[in-house]
């Protein structure tokens, strides 16, 4: 986490001292992307780069903040709540969790599913192809708000998209995104 100018958090990615050509490149080609991707409210936005010294490997990249994590980590964190904090009373004929942990509701997991659906037919308007869709690559803002991110195996579509989908007659797939909690 950083702040830009002073005041706006920011999460700064960059590559180790000790990294290889092949790490920094691959820093690169996902800025490449962020910056041609462009905004949209489910996709986490690029903020800045800045660029020390490129010879040496120094590249800070801004990216927004997104201050609860990552959903997978988000929902793991509900499940073991849950999970090893729920206690039964004999008086009772169920189970109730306790009042500081905020059971998910299906409204949520469904707000998250429409959010990250919309994340992706964005990148698809814009012939990216994102490569590595995780519930580890999409963050939470402070208002739940769920985010796409991560872009380092994604790649941009030009002539191949045409040739690949359009030309080979595959029809348009409509993705959905189902979580699950065990």
């Avoid at 490149?25 to 910056?35: D, G, P, Q, R, T």
């Avoid at 904090?85 to 969790?97: A, L, T």
């Avoid at 308007?125 to 708000?145: C, E, M, P």
Wanted: with cysteine; hydrophobic share 40%.
């Amino acid at each position: 986490m950083g702040l830009l100018d002073g005041i706006i958090p920011t999460a700064v990615k960059t590559v180790k001292d000790d990294s290889d050509d092949a790490k920094l490149n691959a820093l690169l080609s996902e800025v490449k992307v962020m910056a041609y991707v462009g905004n949209h409210k489910n996709v986490t936005q690029l903020l800045g780069v800045q660029l020390v010294d490129l010879r040496k490997g120094n590249i800070f990249v801004a990216v927004e903040y997104c201050s609860l994590g990552s959903l997978k980590d988000y929902l793991t964190k509900q499940s073991d709540e849950l999970g090893t904090s729920i206690s039964f009373d004999k008086s009772q004929d169920y189970i109730e969790p306790p009042s500081f942990v905020k059971p998910l509701s299906r409204h949520e997991l469904l707000r998250w599913c429409h959010q990250v659906s919309g994340a992706m037919e964005f990148l698809g308007s814009k012939k990216i192809i994102h490569g590595d869709l995780a519930t580890r690559n999409v963050l939470l803002d402070s208002n739940f708000v769920a985010k796409v991110s991560d872009f380092g195996l994604s790649r941009r579509m030009f002539n191949n998209y045409k040739q690949s989908v359009v030309g080979s007659g595959v029809s348009t797939c409509t993705f959905s995104c189902i979580l699950f909690i065990h």
